[in-house]
Protein backbone atom coordinates (compact mmCIF):
# COMPACT_ATOMS: atom_id res chain seq x y z
CA UNK A 1 0.00 0.00 0.00
CA UNK A 2 1.61 3.26 -0.96
CA UNK A 3 1.47 5.41 2.40
CA UNK A 4 0.15 8.90 1.59
CA UNK A 5 1.06 12.58 3.47
CA UNK A 6 -2.37 11.97 5.84
CA UNK A 7 -0.68 8.97 7.26
CA UNK A 8 2.46 11.01 8.50
CA UNK A 9 0.03 13.44 10.48
CA UNK A 10 3.03 12.67 13.18
CA UNK A 11 6.09 14.17 11.18
CA UNK A 12 4.58 17.71 10.79
CA UNK A 13 4.56 18.21 14.98
CA UNK A 14 7.85 20.04 14.27
CA UNK A 15 8.68 17.57 17.48
CA UNK A 16 11.79 15.68 15.90
CA UNK A 17 13.72 17.63 13.18
CA UNK A 18 13.37 16.59 9.88
CA UNK A 19 15.86 16.49 7.34
CA UNK A 20 16.72 18.37 4.07
CA UNK A 21 18.93 17.04 1.06
CA UNK A 22 19.66 19.12 -2.09
CA UNK A 23 22.36 19.05 -4.69
CA UNK A 24 23.43 21.81 -6.27
CA UNK A 25 23.50 22.41 -10.55
CA UNK A 26 26.69 20.88 -10.50
CA UNK A 27 25.76 17.84 -8.07
CA UNK A 28 27.42 19.14 -4.81
CA UNK A 29 25.36 17.61 -2.16
CA UNK A 30 24.12 19.95 0.55
CA UNK A 31 22.16 18.59 4.05
CA UNK A 32 20.58 20.40 6.95
CA UNK A 33 18.05 19.94 9.52
CA UNK A 34 15.09 21.77 9.34
CA UNK A 35 13.05 23.02 11.94
CA UNK A 36 9.45 22.52 10.23
CA UNK A 37 7.69 20.94 7.67
CA UNK A 38 4.34 21.89 6.44
CA UNK A 39 1.95 19.40 5.20
CA UNK A 40 -0.46 21.63 2.62
CA UNK A 41 -2.90 19.07 1.79
CA UNK A 42 -2.21 15.51 -0.25
CA UNK A 43 0.04 16.12 -2.60
CA UNK A 44 2.37 19.26 -0.99
CA UNK A 45 4.23 20.81 1.79
CA UNK A 46 5.91 23.72 2.47
CA UNK A 47 9.35 24.24 4.60
CA UNK A 48 10.44 27.13 6.24
CA UNK A 49 14.35 27.67 4.89
CA UNK A 50 14.98 30.79 6.94
CA UNK A 51 17.89 30.63 7.16
CA UNK A 52 19.98 27.87 4.86
CA UNK A 53 20.70 30.29 2.14
CA UNK A 54 22.72 27.16 0.33
CA UNK A 55 19.63 25.16 0.39
CA UNK A 56 17.09 27.83 -0.96
CA UNK A 57 19.91 28.51 -3.55
CA UNK A 58 20.29 24.50 -4.36
CA UNK A 59 16.41 24.07 -4.71
CA UNK A 60 16.41 27.21 -7.35
CA UNK A 61 19.09 26.09 -9.53
CA UNK A 62 18.15 22.02 -9.41
CA UNK A 63 14.09 21.23 -8.27
CA UNK A 64 15.15 17.84 -6.71
CA UNK A 65 14.75 17.57 -2.91
CA UNK A 66 15.16 14.65 -0.52
CA UNK A 67 13.70 14.99 2.87
CA UNK A 68 13.73 12.66 5.82
CA UNK A 69 10.53 12.78 8.10
CA UNK A 70 10.62 11.49 11.82
CA UNK A 71 7.26 9.91 13.19
CA UNK A 72 7.10 11.99 16.67
CA UNK A 73 5.14 9.13 18.54
CA UNK A 74 6.96 6.19 17.10
CA UNK A 75 10.55 7.42 15.46
CA UNK A 76 9.59 5.51 12.81
CA UNK A 77 11.60 7.44 9.54
CA UNK A 78 9.96 8.11 5.60
CA UNK A 79 12.19 9.38 2.23
CA UNK A 80 10.00 12.05 0.61
CA UNK A 81 11.43 12.68 -2.82
CA UNK A 82 9.75 16.28 -3.72
CA UNK A 83 10.37 18.92 -5.95
CA UNK A 84 10.57 22.65 -5.70
CA UNK A 85 7.30 24.58 -7.17
CA UNK A 86 7.55 28.14 -5.66
CA UNK A 87 8.38 30.91 -2.81
CA UNK A 88 5.82 32.39 -0.73
CA UNK A 89 6.41 35.39 1.43
CA UNK A 90 2.95 36.55 2.19
CA UNK A 91 -0.35 35.57 2.33
CA UNK A 92 -3.04 32.71 4.39
CA UNK A 93 -0.48 30.09 3.66
CA UNK A 94 3.08 31.94 4.60
CA UNK A 95 0.58 33.30 7.94
CA UNK A 96 -0.08 29.39 8.71
CA UNK A 97 4.05 28.59 8.24
CA UNK A 98 4.85 31.57 10.06
CA UNK A 99 2.63 31.07 13.22
CA UNK A 100 3.27 26.70 13.32
CA UNK A 101 7.38 28.00 13.07
CA UNK A 102 7.20 30.11 16.02
CA UNK A 103 5.30 27.84 18.23
CA UNK A 104 7.40 25.05 17.02
CA UNK A 105 10.66 27.42 17.74
CA UNK A 106 9.65 27.68 21.09
CA UNK A 107 9.28 24.57 21.90
CA UNK A 108 12.78 24.03 21.41
CA UNK A 109 14.10 27.03 22.87
CA UNK A 110 15.20 29.08 19.12
CA UNK A 111 12.11 31.58 19.37
CA UNK A 112 14.48 34.20 19.14
CA UNK A 113 17.05 33.01 16.43
CA UNK A 114 14.10 31.74 14.05
CA UNK A 115 12.02 34.25 11.89
CA UNK A 116 10.45 33.24 8.98
CA UNK A 117 11.72 34.62 6.00
CA UNK A 118 9.75 33.05 3.12
CA UNK A 119 8.59 29.38 3.10
CA UNK A 120 9.04 27.01 -0.38
CA UNK A 121 6.40 25.05 -1.61
CA UNK A 122 6.71 21.52 -2.89
CA UNK A 123 5.41 18.95 -4.76
CA UNK A 124 5.32 15.50 -3.36
CA UNK A 125 6.29 12.65 -5.90
CA UNK A 126 7.06 9.96 -3.44
CA UNK A 127 6.85 8.65 0.07
CA UNK A 128 8.68 5.11 1.33
CA UNK A 129 9.62 4.35 4.93
CA UNK A 130 12.97 3.49 5.82
CA UNK A 131 13.76 0.08 6.99
CA UNK A 132 13.96 0.22 11.18
CA UNK A 133 16.11 -1.85 13.18
CA UNK A 134 13.32 -2.82 16.22
CA UNK A 135 9.64 -3.12 15.46
CA UNK A 136 7.65 -0.01 16.94
CA UNK A 137 6.92 -0.40 20.48
CA UNK A 138 3.37 -1.78 21.27
CA UNK A 139 1.68 1.14 22.85
CA UNK A 140 3.19 3.57 21.58
CA UNK A 141 0.22 4.84 19.35
CA UNK A 142 -1.94 4.62 22.12
CA UNK A 143 -5.22 6.92 21.77
CA UNK A 144 -8.04 5.77 19.60
CA UNK A 145 -9.59 8.57 17.12
CA UNK A 146 -11.92 11.40 18.11
CA UNK A 147 -15.31 9.64 18.34
CA UNK A 148 -17.93 11.67 16.20
CA UNK A 149 -20.87 10.73 17.70
CA UNK A 150 -19.53 12.11 21.09
CA UNK A 151 -18.38 15.31 19.50
CA UNK A 152 -21.64 15.69 17.89
CA UNK A 153 -23.29 15.19 21.92
CA UNK A 154 -20.81 17.78 22.69
CA UNK A 155 -22.17 20.10 20.00
CA UNK A 156 -25.79 19.28 20.76
CA UNK A 157 -25.17 19.86 24.77
CA UNK A 158 -23.52 23.45 23.93
CA UNK A 159 -26.23 24.33 21.66
CA UNK A 160 -28.98 23.83 24.31
CA UNK A 161 -27.01 26.23 26.77
CA UNK A 162 -28.49 29.87 26.60
CA UNK A 163 -26.35 31.24 29.73
CA UNK A 164 -22.41 32.20 29.50
CA UNK A 165 -21.78 30.04 32.87
CA UNK A 166 -23.59 27.21 31.17
CA UNK A 167 -21.95 27.56 27.90
CA UNK A 168 -18.62 28.31 29.07
CA UNK A 169 -19.16 25.30 31.61
CA UNK A 170 -20.89 23.03 28.59
CA UNK A 171 -17.04 23.18 26.56
CA UNK A 172 -14.56 22.62 29.04
CA UNK A 173 -17.02 19.44 30.14
CA UNK A 174 -17.08 18.63 26.12
CA UNK A 175 -13.31 18.91 25.81
CA UNK A 176 -13.13 16.90 28.79
CA UNK A 177 -15.30 14.02 27.99
CA UNK A 178 -14.30 13.80 24.04
CA UNK A 179 -11.08 14.04 24.07
CA UNK A 180 -10.36 13.17 27.54
CA UNK A 181 -8.19 16.81 28.23
CA UNK A 182 -8.52 17.49 32.21
CA UNK A 183 -6.85 21.16 32.50
CA UNK A 184 -8.28 23.52 30.47
CA UNK A 185 -9.37 26.72 30.82
CA UNK A 186 -11.38 29.78 28.65
CA UNK A 187 -10.17 33.23 28.13
CA UNK A 188 -12.36 35.84 27.36
CA UNK A 189 -10.90 38.97 25.40
CA UNK A 190 -11.51 41.96 27.22
CA UNK A 191 -10.45 44.65 24.41
CA UNK A 192 -10.27 47.20 27.06
CA UNK A 193 -7.46 46.21 28.64
CA UNK A 194 -6.09 44.39 25.80
CA UNK A 195 -6.06 41.06 27.61
CA UNK A 196 -7.53 37.44 27.88
CA UNK A 197 -9.00 36.90 31.12
CA UNK A 198 -9.72 33.42 32.29
CA UNK A 199 -13.32 32.95 33.10
CA UNK A 200 -13.49 29.10 33.38
CA UNK A 201 -11.18 26.25 34.21
CA UNK A 202 -11.15 23.02 35.26
CA UNK A 203 -8.57 20.74 36.60
CA UNK A 204 -5.97 23.13 38.11
CA UNK A 205 -5.01 22.93 41.90
CA UNK A 206 -5.84 27.12 41.47
CA UNK A 207 -8.35 28.04 39.46
CA UNK A 208 -7.20 31.05 38.25
CA UNK A 209 -10.81 32.88 37.78
CA UNK A 210 -9.69 36.46 36.90
CA UNK A 211 -6.12 35.94 35.71
CA UNK A 212 -5.21 37.78 32.43
CA UNK A 213 -2.95 36.96 29.48
CA UNK A 214 -1.78 40.10 27.26
CA UNK A 215 -3.17 40.05 24.21
CA UNK A 216 0.18 39.76 22.72
CA UNK A 217 1.47 37.25 25.22
CA UNK A 218 2.97 33.13 24.59
CA UNK A 219 1.23 30.63 22.74
CA UNK A 220 -2.54 32.44 23.91
CA UNK A 221 -1.83 35.76 22.62
CA UNK A 222 -0.66 34.30 19.25
CA UNK A 223 -3.70 32.52 18.73
CA UNK A 224 -5.98 35.73 19.57
CA UNK A 225 -3.84 38.17 17.55
CA UNK A 226 -3.31 35.49 14.52
CA UNK A 227 -6.70 34.09 14.90
CA UNK A 228 -5.30 30.30 14.10
CA UNK A 229 -4.85 27.47 16.88
CA UNK A 230 -1.14 27.17 18.13
CA UNK A 231 -0.06 24.74 19.39
CA UNK A 232 3.31 22.88 20.75
CA UNK A 233 3.93 19.35 21.22
CA UNK A 234 7.37 18.50 23.21
CA UNK A 235 8.14 21.49 25.86
CA UNK A 236 10.25 18.77 27.79
CA UNK A 237 13.31 20.51 26.25
CA UNK A 238 12.48 23.96 27.12
CA UNK A 239 13.35 25.62 30.64
CA UNK A 240 10.90 26.15 32.16
CA UNK A 241 10.40 29.31 34.32
CA UNK A 242 8.51 30.00 37.61
CA UNK A 243 7.21 26.54 37.27
CA UNK A 244 7.43 26.16 41.57
CA UNK A 245 4.73 28.23 42.09
CA UNK A 246 5.21 29.79 45.58
CA UNK A 247 2.67 29.49 48.12
CA UNK A 248 2.33 33.28 48.60
CA UNK A 249 0.82 33.52 45.00
CA UNK A 250 -2.96 33.81 46.34
CA UNK A 251 -1.58 36.04 49.07
CA UNK A 252 0.05 38.73 46.59
CA UNK A 253 -3.15 39.08 45.24
CA UNK A 254 -4.07 41.89 47.26
CA UNK A 255 -1.09 43.58 46.70
CA UNK A 256 -0.56 43.13 42.87
CA UNK A 257 -4.06 42.90 42.26
CA UNK A 258 -2.98 40.55 39.89
CA UNK A 259 -4.08 36.63 39.92
CA UNK A 260 -1.66 34.23 39.16
CA UNK A 261 -2.24 32.40 35.74
CA UNK A 262 -3.16 28.69 36.57
CA UNK A 263 0.01 26.33 36.17
CA UNK A 264 -0.17 22.91 35.45
CA UNK A 265 3.09 20.72 37.03
CA UNK A 266 5.24 19.24 34.24
CA UNK A 267 3.32 19.90 31.37
CA UNK A 268 4.64 19.27 28.15
CA UNK A 269 1.80 19.70 25.03
CA UNK A 270 -0.33 23.09 25.05
CA UNK A 271 -2.67 24.31 22.57
CA UNK A 272 -4.53 27.58 22.22
CA UNK A 273 -7.89 26.93 20.23
CA UNK A 274 -9.27 30.86 19.38
CA UNK A 275 -12.77 31.57 20.18
CA UNK A 276 -14.70 33.62 16.63
CA UNK A 277 -18.14 34.39 15.96
CA UNK A 278 -18.50 36.17 12.51
CA UNK A 279 -14.86 37.10 12.82
CA UNK A 280 -15.26 38.57 16.02
CA UNK A 281 -12.53 37.37 18.53
CA UNK A 282 -14.72 36.39 21.52
CA UNK A 283 -11.63 34.44 23.58
CA UNK A 284 -9.44 31.69 23.83
CA UNK A 285 -9.57 27.90 24.55
CA UNK A 286 -6.61 26.78 26.17
CA UNK A 287 -5.41 23.08 26.83
CA UNK A 288 -2.68 21.95 28.21
CA UNK A 289 -1.11 17.90 29.18
CA UNK A 290 1.69 16.14 30.52
CA UNK A 291 1.65 13.88 27.30
CA UNK A 292 3.95 14.01 24.12
CA UNK A 293 1.81 15.14 21.55
CA UNK A 294 -1.10 15.53 22.92
CA UNK A 295 -2.65 17.32 19.90
CA UNK A 296 -2.81 15.51 16.91
CA UNK A 297 -4.57 16.86 13.92
CA UNK A 298 -8.05 15.36 14.42
CA UNK A 299 -7.68 16.44 17.93
CA UNK A 300 -6.93 19.85 16.90
CA UNK A 301 -10.16 19.93 14.47
CA UNK A 302 -12.22 18.82 16.98
CA UNK A 303 -11.00 21.36 19.51
CA UNK A 304 -12.10 24.24 16.46
CA UNK A 305 -15.05 22.41 16.48
CA UNK A 306 -16.52 23.03 19.78
CA UNK A 307 -14.58 27.03 20.36
CA UNK A 308 -16.24 27.71 17.06
CA UNK A 309 -20.11 26.27 18.73
CA UNK A 310 -18.64 27.77 21.85
CA UNK A 311 -17.86 31.13 20.15
CA UNK A 312 -21.16 32.11 18.28
CA UNK A 313 -23.16 30.58 21.29
CA UNK A 314 -21.74 33.00 23.82
CA UNK A 315 -22.09 35.95 21.25
CA UNK A 316 -25.91 34.72 21.00
CA UNK A 317 -25.93 34.81 24.38
CA UNK A 318 -25.16 38.76 24.78
CA UNK A 319 -27.47 39.14 22.32
CA UNK A 320 -30.57 37.79 23.41
CA UNK A 321 -29.55 39.03 27.24
CA UNK A 322 -29.64 42.19 25.88
CA UNK A 323 -32.88 42.47 24.24
CA UNK A 324 -34.43 40.79 27.50
CA UNK A 325 -38.01 43.02 29.15
CA UNK A 326 -38.11 43.86 32.43
CA UNK A 327 -41.17 42.49 32.80
CA UNK A 328 -39.87 39.26 34.32
CA UNK A 329 -38.59 41.27 37.37
CA UNK A 330 -38.74 38.40 40.50
CA UNK A 331 -40.12 39.47 43.53
CA UNK A 332 -37.26 40.96 45.57
CA UNK A 333 -35.61 39.27 48.47
CA UNK A 334 -34.44 41.03 51.22
CA UNK A 335 -30.57 42.38 51.22
CA UNK A 336 -28.18 43.06 54.00
CA UNK A 337 -29.49 40.25 56.50
CA UNK A 338 -28.00 41.30 60.10
CA UNK A 339 -24.02 40.64 59.84
CA UNK A 340 -21.58 43.53 59.70
CA UNK A 341 -20.66 46.17 57.59
CA UNK A 342 -19.07 45.34 54.13
CA UNK A 343 -16.62 47.20 53.03
CA UNK A 344 -16.01 47.67 48.78
CA UNK A 345 -13.16 49.89 47.51
CA UNK A 346 -13.11 50.74 44.00
CA UNK A 347 -9.89 52.09 42.50
CA UNK A 348 -10.46 54.08 39.50
CA UNK A 349 -7.21 53.57 37.94
CA UNK A 350 -7.46 50.05 36.48
CA UNK A 351 -10.99 49.43 37.94
CA UNK A 352 -10.06 46.58 40.77
CA UNK A 353 -12.64 46.25 43.38
CA UNK A 354 -11.14 44.75 46.99
CA UNK A 355 -14.23 43.71 49.45
CA UNK A 356 -13.36 43.69 53.54
CA UNK A 357 -9.85 43.84 52.24
CA UNK A 358 -9.59 40.81 49.60
CA UNK A 359 -8.61 41.66 45.80
CA UNK A 360 -11.69 40.42 43.64
CA UNK A 361 -11.51 41.58 39.98
CA UNK A 362 -10.44 44.71 37.67
CA UNK A 363 -11.56 45.85 34.49
CA UNK A 364 -15.04 46.37 33.50
CA UNK A 365 -16.51 43.04 35.89
CA UNK A 366 -14.79 45.87 38.71
CA UNK A 367 -16.30 48.64 37.21
CA UNK A 368 -19.99 46.73 37.23
CA UNK A 369 -19.70 45.98 40.57
CA UNK A 370 -19.28 49.27 41.55
CA UNK A 371 -21.93 50.40 39.73
CA UNK A 372 -24.53 48.08 41.11
CA UNK A 373 -23.57 48.83 44.44
CA UNK A 374 -23.55 52.81 43.86
CA UNK A 375 -27.50 52.15 42.45
CA UNK A 376 -27.85 50.07 45.38
CA UNK A 377 -26.56 52.87 47.85
CA UNK A 378 -28.53 55.28 46.09
CA UNK A 379 -32.47 54.17 45.95
CA UNK A 380 -32.34 50.21 47.75
CA UNK A 381 -32.21 48.40 44.05
CA UNK A 382 -31.30 45.03 44.31
CA UNK A 383 -32.19 43.55 40.95
CA UNK A 384 -30.33 45.52 38.07
CA UNK A 385 -30.48 44.38 34.52
CA UNK A 386 -27.78 43.85 31.90
CA UNK A 387 -29.70 46.84 29.68
CA UNK A 388 -29.25 49.61 31.99
CA UNK A 389 -25.39 48.45 33.09
CA UNK A 390 -24.70 48.48 29.08
CA UNK A 391 -26.10 52.00 29.16
CA UNK A 392 -24.51 53.31 32.35
CA UNK A 393 -21.14 52.22 31.22
CA UNK A 394 -21.46 52.06 27.76
CA UNK A 395 -20.40 55.54 26.90
CA UNK A 396 -16.56 54.56 29.11
CA UNK A 397 -16.18 51.21 28.06
CA UNK A 398 -18.07 51.02 24.33
CA UNK A 399 -17.07 47.20 23.91
CA UNK A 400 -19.01 46.69 26.96
CA UNK A 401 -22.04 45.71 24.24
CA UNK A 402 -20.23 42.62 23.19
CA UNK A 403 -19.26 41.07 26.57
CA UNK A 404 -21.25 41.73 29.42
CA UNK A 405 -22.63 38.71 30.61
CA UNK A 406 -19.06 37.11 30.37
CA UNK A 407 -17.76 39.85 32.73
CA UNK A 408 -20.40 39.33 35.29
CA UNK A 409 -19.75 35.87 35.00
CA UNK A 410 -16.45 36.55 36.07
CA UNK A 411 -17.65 38.90 38.82
CA UNK A 412 -19.81 36.20 40.03
CA UNK A 413 -17.54 33.56 39.80
CA UNK A 414 -14.72 35.63 41.96
CA UNK A 415 -16.90 36.55 44.61
CA UNK A 416 -17.68 32.92 45.10
CA UNK A 417 -13.91 31.57 44.98
CA UNK A 418 -13.31 34.02 47.52
CA UNK A 419 -16.15 33.73 49.75
CA UNK A 420 -17.33 37.23 49.60
CA UNK A 421 -19.93 38.51 52.14
CA UNK A 422 -21.24 39.58 48.71
CA UNK A 423 -22.78 37.34 45.87
CA UNK A 424 -24.96 38.30 42.99
CA UNK A 425 -27.01 35.70 41.84
CA UNK A 426 -28.83 35.18 38.45
CA UNK A 427 -31.96 35.41 38.41
CA UNK A 428 -33.34 35.65 35.04
CA UNK A 429 -32.64 35.63 31.04
CA UNK A 430 -30.55 39.36 31.38
CA UNK A 431 -31.23 40.29 35.34
CA UNK A 432 -29.08 39.64 38.38
CA UNK A 433 -29.54 40.37 41.98
CA UNK A 434 -26.98 41.66 44.54
CA UNK A 435 -27.11 39.56 47.57
CA UNK A 436 -24.63 40.90 50.92
CA UNK A 437 -24.57 39.67 54.24
CA UNK A 438 -24.37 42.60 56.07
CA UNK A 439 -24.75 46.48 54.89
CA UNK A 440 -22.72 47.97 52.52
CA UNK A 441 -19.94 50.81 52.90
CA UNK A 442 -18.88 52.14 49.40
CA UNK A 443 -14.94 53.87 49.00
CA UNK A 444 -14.92 54.81 45.34
CA UNK A 445 -12.52 58.00 45.67
CA UNK A 446 -9.29 55.63 45.56
CA UNK A 447 -7.19 56.52 42.26
CA UNK B 1 24.28 13.40 15.58
CA UNK B 2 25.63 12.66 11.96
CA UNK B 3 23.67 13.27 8.67
CA UNK B 4 24.88 12.82 5.40
CA UNK B 5 23.85 13.12 1.57
CA UNK B 6 24.81 11.94 -1.66
CA UNK B 7 23.54 12.41 -5.35
CA UNK B 8 22.96 10.40 -7.82
CA UNK B 9 24.23 11.60 -12.25
CA UNK B 10 20.69 13.08 -12.89
CA UNK B 11 21.06 15.47 -9.57
CA UNK B 12 18.23 13.56 -7.51
CA UNK B 13 20.05 14.00 -3.79
CA UNK B 14 19.78 11.13 -1.44
CA UNK B 15 20.17 10.93 2.55
CA UNK B 16 20.78 9.21 5.30
CA UNK B 17 22.15 9.16 9.24
CA UNK B 18 25.63 8.74 10.28
CA UNK B 19 26.26 6.16 12.83
CA UNK B 20 30.24 6.52 13.33
CA UNK B 21 32.85 8.89 11.99
CA UNK B 22 37.19 9.01 11.85
CA UNK B 23 38.49 11.52 11.42
CA UNK B 24 42.27 10.19 9.50
CA UNK B 25 45.78 11.33 10.46
CA UNK B 26 46.42 13.95 7.43
CA UNK B 27 43.06 15.83 9.47
CA UNK B 28 42.05 16.22 5.91
CA UNK B 29 39.97 13.10 5.66
CA UNK B 30 37.02 11.67 6.90
CA UNK B 31 35.92 8.33 7.45
CA UNK B 32 31.73 8.40 7.64
CA UNK B 33 29.81 5.15 8.93
CA UNK B 34 26.06 4.53 7.53
CA UNK B 35 23.98 1.59 6.73
CA UNK B 36 23.11 0.51 2.88
CA UNK B 37 20.76 -1.79 4.61
CA UNK B 38 18.44 1.72 6.07
CA UNK B 39 20.04 4.05 3.50
CA UNK B 40 20.70 1.84 0.04
CA UNK B 41 20.10 5.24 -2.39
CA UNK B 42 22.93 6.90 -0.27
CA UNK B 43 25.30 3.60 -0.95
CA UNK B 44 24.48 3.41 -4.87
CA UNK B 45 24.97 7.37 -5.03
CA UNK B 46 27.90 7.62 -3.90
CA UNK B 47 29.39 5.16 -5.38
CA UNK B 48 27.82 6.42 -8.78
CA UNK B 49 29.38 10.19 -8.56
CA UNK B 50 31.46 10.22 -5.63
CA UNK B 51 30.11 13.53 -3.81
CA UNK B 52 29.26 13.49 -0.11
CA UNK B 53 28.33 15.99 2.08
CA UNK B 54 27.94 15.32 5.95
CA UNK B 55 26.90 17.41 8.53
CA UNK B 56 27.55 16.96 12.52
CA UNK B 57 25.22 18.51 15.11
CA UNK B 58 25.89 18.72 18.93
CA UNK B 59 21.77 17.77 19.74
CA UNK B 60 22.24 20.19 23.31
CA UNK B 61 23.09 23.76 21.79
CA UNK B 62 22.60 22.93 17.83
CA UNK B 63 26.29 23.86 17.08
CA UNK B 64 26.25 22.17 13.77
CA UNK B 65 29.21 22.23 10.75
CA UNK B 66 28.86 20.39 7.18
CA UNK B 67 31.94 18.82 5.68
CA UNK B 68 31.84 18.44 1.98
CA UNK B 69 33.93 17.07 -0.68
CA UNK B 70 34.78 13.83 -2.76
CA UNK B 71 34.21 10.34 -1.50
CA UNK B 72 35.21 6.89 -2.27
CA UNK B 73 33.26 3.55 -0.49
CA UNK B 74 35.91 1.34 1.69
CA UNK B 75 35.80 -1.49 2.86
CA UNK B 76 34.58 -1.85 6.19
CA UNK B 77 36.46 -3.07 9.24
CA UNK B 78 35.98 -4.20 12.96
CA UNK B 79 37.28 -1.22 13.99
CA UNK B 80 34.72 0.92 12.19
CA UNK B 81 32.09 -1.77 13.93
CA UNK B 82 33.43 -0.27 17.22
CA UNK B 83 33.10 2.86 16.31
CA UNK B 84 29.91 3.03 15.47
CA UNK B 85 28.51 0.22 18.29
CA UNK B 86 30.09 3.55 20.52
CA UNK B 87 28.84 6.38 18.53
CA UNK B 88 25.07 4.96 18.41
CA UNK B 89 25.73 4.25 22.33
CA UNK B 90 26.98 8.50 22.94
CA UNK B 91 24.40 9.71 21.14
CA UNK B 92 21.32 7.78 22.48
CA UNK B 93 22.79 8.74 26.03
CA UNK B 94 23.15 12.58 24.56
CA UNK B 95 19.41 12.44 23.47
CA UNK B 96 18.01 10.90 26.16
CA UNK B 97 19.32 13.11 28.39
CA UNK B 98 18.04 16.15 26.48
CA UNK B 99 14.26 14.67 26.97
CA UNK B 100 14.43 12.13 23.53
CA UNK B 101 12.85 8.71 24.29
CA UNK B 102 15.02 6.12 23.89
CA UNK B 103 12.22 3.84 22.01
CA UNK B 104 11.94 7.02 19.66
CA UNK B 105 15.38 7.08 18.99
CA UNK B 106 16.19 3.38 17.92
CA UNK B 107 14.34 3.24 14.87
CA UNK B 108 17.46 6.04 13.64
CA UNK B 109 20.69 4.71 14.63
CA UNK B 110 21.73 0.29 13.19
CA UNK B 111 24.67 -0.47 11.52
CA UNK B 112 22.91 -3.11 10.09
CA UNK B 113 25.38 -4.05 6.96
CA UNK B 114 27.79 -0.72 7.91
CA UNK B 115 29.42 1.13 5.00
CA UNK B 116 32.11 3.58 5.34
CA UNK B 117 32.77 6.55 2.96
CA UNK B 118 35.85 8.39 2.95
CA UNK B 119 35.78 12.15 2.24
CA UNK B 120 38.23 14.21 1.23
CA UNK B 121 37.48 17.61 2.75
CA UNK B 122 37.04 20.03 0.35
CA UNK B 123 34.85 22.65 2.42
CA UNK B 124 33.38 22.92 5.79
CA UNK B 125 30.89 25.37 6.35
CA UNK B 126 29.37 26.81 10.09
CA UNK B 127 25.26 25.60 9.74
CA UNK B 128 24.55 26.79 13.54
CA UNK B 129 21.33 28.16 13.17
CA UNK B 130 21.89 32.13 13.38
CA UNK B 131 23.55 35.14 11.05
CA UNK B 132 26.74 32.46 10.77
CA UNK B 133 24.58 29.98 9.03
CA UNK B 134 25.73 28.83 5.80
CA UNK B 135 29.55 30.79 6.19
CA UNK B 136 32.40 28.61 4.61
CA UNK B 137 34.57 28.20 7.69
CA UNK B 138 37.50 26.68 5.98
CA UNK B 139 38.41 25.01 1.98
CA UNK B 140 41.18 23.49 0.77
CA UNK B 141 42.92 25.19 -2.88
CA UNK B 142 42.64 21.85 -5.47
Known sequence: MSLRLSDLSACFEGVIPSIIATASADGMPNISYLSHVVRIDEEHVALSN??????????RANPKVTLILVDGFTGDQFLLDIGFMRSVDAGPLFDRIALQLKASSAQVGM???????????????????????????????????????????AIKALERQADADEIIDSLLGGVQRV?????????????????????????Y????????????????????????????????????LGEAISLEAEASENATRVVTFPQLPRVVSQIAVPMVARNTLIGVLFIESTQRLAFREEDEAALEILAGQAAGALRASEREAAAAQPTQVPPPPRLASGGGEIRVVHHRVDDSVFV???????????????????????????????????????????????????????????????????????????????????????????? | ????????????????????????????????????????????DIRQTGRVAATFVSPSDYVSFQLKGAATMQD????????????????????????VPRPLIAPWLTAREARVARLDIREIYVQTPGPLAGMLAGARSQ
Open chain 1, 50 to 59: QFFAKTAANV
Open chain 1, 111 to 153: SEVMRLRSADVFRVHGIEKVPSPVETAPGVVGRDSVSLPALSD
Open chain 1, 179 to 203: LGYDNALVLIHDSHRGSLVTTGSIG
Open chain 1, 205 to 240: ERSGLGSEIASSEGLIGSAATNGQTIKVNDMSRVRR
Open chain 1, 356 to 447: DGTYIVKGIAGALLRLMLEWHLKDGSEVFTNREMRLALGGRMPEIKDNLETRLLLLRRRLEEKQAPIQIVRVGRGRIRLEATGPLLLDAARE
Open chain 2, 1 to 44: MCIIAGADAAGRPSAGRGVGFDVLADRETLDVIFSAWQWPRLEA
Open chain 2, 76 to 99: TGAPDLDRAERFMTAATNELESLG
